[in-house]
């Protein structure tokens, strides 16, 4: 069985495990682009709903023309 002082020093040496990519002004970097992520998933959304309907367009548009205009 593994002593008090071997266990402190197991703990302190998990707890160092989860080490924060960086900090800039005193601001985790990879919590703060983390944050993001529902801003660039909502926006990747409307983005590709935009490209759909832009496509979709242009498709009907070229339906819509007369063969001879081709």
């Not at 759909?52 to 339906?63: N, V």
Request: glycine share 6%; with cysteine; charged share 25%.
């Amino acid at each position: 069985m593994p002593s008090v002082a071997s266990r402190i020093q197991i703990c302190e040496a998990l707890s160092v495990l989860p080490l924060p990519f960086a900090h800039i002004a005193g601001f985790p970097v990879e919590e703060t682009l983390l944050s993001f992520g529902p801003v660039v998933a909502v926006a990747g959304g409307a983005a590709s709903v935009w490209l759909r309907e832009r496509l979709t367009a242009s498709r009907r548009r070229q339906d819509e023309r007369p063969d001879d205009e081709l």
